[in-house]
C-alpha cells in the first residue's frame, strides 16, 4: 500500500514540473502551437495514468482484503482449536478433581473406622510390629478371655509366655472437630473438642483394660496405640479441667493403659527386641555351659577310668611277677630231679628260660 501511494505521488510531480516548464519557456507561435499539443498530449497521458493508478489501487485494495480475510479466517480458526483444546483440558481437570475428591471421601469413610474395611490405625501399628519385631514375638487378633469373642489387635509376646495387649484408636471426627476449631480460631469450640477427644480415649481404655488384660496370660497393663504424632501430641498435652491431672497418668491409674504414638512406641519395640536377643543369648550361654560341664565329667570319667586300667595293670603285673617265681622254683626242682648227685646247687639268680619269658612280658606292659 505504501509503494502505490509513492508511485502516484512520484507521478503527480512529474506532471506537474511538466508543466510548469511548459509554462516557462519563451512565448512563440510555434511554440504555441507546440505547447498546446503538448498539453493535450499530457493532459491524455495524465488521464491513462489516472485511470491506471485507479486500477491499481483497486486491485491492490482488492488483493489485501482478501487477504486480510484469509488471515482473520485463519486466526478465527486456530483460536477456535485452541479453546477447544482449552476446554478439553478443563474438563478433565474438572473430571480428576472430581475423582480426587471421591477417593477423598473414601479415604474419610476408611479413616471413620468402618470395620469391614479396616482402619488406618491397624495397619500403621501392624506396619511398626512387623519392622521392629520378629514375627514369633507377636501375635494378631488374639482372643484373651475365652468366655468373650472379643479379640486385641496384637498381643506381643514376652518371656514364658506373657502377653502385652496392644490396641489402637483413632476417632477422626473428634480429632477433625479440633483441627476444625484452630483454623477458626474458636477457643471455646477447641476446648469442646478436646474434650471430647478425651473422653473417647477414656472410654477406649475402660473397654481395653475390662476385655484384654488378664494377668497372669498377660501383664498388669495393656497400650492404646495413636497412629499419628499430632493426636498423640494432644493427648500428651491435655490436662483435666478441675484436677489439672495428665490424660495419659490418669489413664494408667485408673485403667492400666498406656498412650504411645509412632515415636515412643518405636522406641518401646526396639528395647524389646534387644531384650529378646539378651535373652537369646543368655540362653545359649547357659546351654554353652551345660554342655562344658557335661564335658568336663567326661573328662572326669575318662581320667579315673585310665587310673582303674592303670592300677589294673599294676595287679597283673603282680601276678606275672608271681608267675615268673614259681617258674623259677618248678624249674629249679626239675634240675635237681635230673641230676640228683650234682651238690652244686644253680645260681638261684640265674634267669630260667620261663624265668626270662616272664621278664620280657613284664617289660612289654610297661
Do not use: C, W
Given at each position: 500500500?505504501?509503494?502505490?501511494?509513492?508511485?502516484?505521488?512520484?507521478?503527480?510531480?512529474?506532471?506537474?514540473?511538466?508543466?510548469?516548464?511548459?509554462?516557462?519557456?519563451?512565448?512563440?507561435?510555434?511554440?504555441?502551437?507546440?505547447?498546446?499539443?503538448?498539453?493535450?498530449?499530457?493532459?491524455?497521458?495524465?488521464?491513462?495514468?489516472?485511470?491506471?493508478?485507479?486500477?491499481?489501487?483497486?486491485?491492490?485494495?482488492?488483493?489485501?482484503?482478501?487477504?486480510?480475510?484469509?488471515?482473520?479466517?485463519?486466526?478465527?480458526?486456530?483460536?477456535?482449536?485452541?479453546?477447544?483444546?482449552?476446554?478439553?483440558?478443563?474438563?478433565?481437570?474438572n473430571s480428576q478433581v472430581e475423582n480426587l475428591n471421591e477417593s477423598q471421601k473414601g479415604i474419610n469413610k476408611i479413616l471413620a473406622g468402618v470395620k469391614k474395611y479396616g482402619t488406618l490405625a491397624e495397619f500403621s501399628l501392624g506396619s511398626l510390629l512387623r519392622d521392629l519385631l520378629p514375627t514369633s514375638q507377636y501375635s494378631s487378633n488374639v482372643k484373651m478371655k475365652e468366655d468373650t469373642s472379643e479379640?486385641?489387635?496384637?498381643?506381643?509376646?514376652?518371656?514364658?509366655?506373657?502377653?502385652?495387649?496392644?490396641?489402637?484408636?483413632?476417632?477422626?471426627?473428634?480429632?477433625?472437630?479440633?483441627?476444625?476449631?484452630?483454623?477458626?480460631?474458636?477457643?471455646?469450640?477447641?476446648?469442646?473438642?478436646?474434650?471430647?477427644?478425651?473422653?473417647?480415649?477414656?472410654?477406649?481404655?475402660?473397654?481395653?483394660?475390662?476385655?484384654?488384660?488378664?494377668?497372669?496370660?498377660?501383664?498388669?497393663?495393656?497400650?492404646?496405640?495413636?497412629?499419628?504424632?499430632?493426636?498423640?501430641?494432644?493427648?500428651?498435652?491435655?490436662?483435666?479441667?478441675?484436677?489439672?491431672?495428665?490424660?495419659?497418668?490418669?489413664?494408667?491409674?485408673?485403667?492400666?493403659?498406656?498412650?504411645?504414638?509412632?515415636?515412643?512406641?518405636?522406641?518401646?519395640?526396639?528395647?524389646?527386641?534387644?531384650?529378646?536377643?539378651?535373652?537369646?543369648?543368655?540362653?545359649?550361654?547357659?546351654?554353652?555351659?551345660?554342655?562344658?560341664?557335661?564335658?568336663?565329667?567326661?573328662?572326669?570319667?575318662?581320667?579315673?577310668?585310665?587310673?582303674?586300667?592303670?592300677?589294673?595293670?599294676?595287679?597283673?603285673?603282680?601276678?606275672?611277677?608271681?608267675?615268673?617265681?614259681?617258674?623259677?622254683?618248678?624249674?629249679?626242682?626239675?634240675?635237681?630231679?635230673?641230676?640228683?648227685?650234682?651238690?652244686?646247687?644253680?645260681?638261684?639268680?640265674?634267669?630260667?628260660?620261663?624265668?626270662?619269658?616272664?621278664?620280657?612280658?613284664?617289660?612289654?606292659?610297661?
Open positions: 500500500m505504501d509503494i502505490i501511494l509513492i508511485i502516484i505521488l512520484a507521478s503527480i510531480l512529474i506532471a506537474t514540473l511538466s508543466i510548469l516548464y511548459l509554462n516557462i519557456k519563451p512565448n512563440t507561435k510555434k511554440d504555441d502551437e507546440n505547447k498546446a499539443d503538448q498539453i493535450a498530449n499530457l493532459n491524455a497521458e495524465i488521464i491513462k495514468l489516472k485511470d491506471s493508478l485507479n486500477t491499481t489501487i483497486n486491485t491492490s485494495l482488492s488483493s489485501m482484503s482478501s487477504s486480510f480475510n484469509n488471515l482473520s479466517t485463519g486466526v478465527t480458526k486456530d483460536m477456535t482449536a485452541a479453546l477447544t483444546k482449552v476446554d478439553e483440558k478443563v474438563a478433565a481437570f479379640n486385641v489387635e496384637f498381643a506381643i509376646k514376652l518371656q514364658d509366655g506373657v502377653l502385652v495387649p496392644v490396641d489402637s484408636h483413632f476417632p477422626v471426627e473428634r480429632y477433625k472437630a479440633i483441627q476444625d476449631a484452630h483454623q477458626q480460631d474458636d477457643k471455646k469450640a477447641m476446648a469442646e473438642a478436646r474434650t471430647k477427644l478425651a473422653k473417647a480415649f477414656k472410654e477406649k481404655a475402660k473397654s481395653v483394660n475390662e476385655k484384654y488384660i488378664v494377668p497372669p496370660k498377660t501383664v498388669d497393663f495393656a497400650v492404646v496405640y495413636a497412629p499419628t504424632e499430632s493426636l498423640f501430641l494432644e493427648l500428651a498435652n491435655y490436662q483435666d479441667p478441675s484436677t489439672k491431672e495428665l490424660l495419659t497418668q490418669d489413664l494408667m491409674k485408673k485403667y492400666k493403659v498406656t498412650i504411645m504414638g509412632p515415636n515412643n512406641l518405636s522406641g518401646y519395640l526396639q528395647s524389646l527386641n534387644m531384650g529378646f536377643q539378651s535373652l537369646r543369648i543368655k540362653k545359649h550361654a547357659s546351654e554353652i555351659y551345660d554342655h562344658l560341664k557335661k564335658i568336663s565329667t567326661r573328662f572326669n570319667m575318662h581320667f579315673n577310668n585310665v587310673l582303674v586300667l592303670r592300677k589294673k595293670l599294676e595287679e597283673a603285673m603282680s601276678v606275672v611277677d608271681s608267675f615268673g617265681k614259681d617258674a623259677r622254683a618248678i624249674n629249679r626242682s626239675i634240675d635237681s630231679i635230673k641230676n640228683p648227685n650234682d651238690g652244686d646247687d644253680p645260681d638261684p639268680d640265674t634267669p630260667s628260660p620261663i624265668s626270662s619269658y616272664g621278664q620280657v612280658e613284664k617289660r612289654k606292659v610297661s
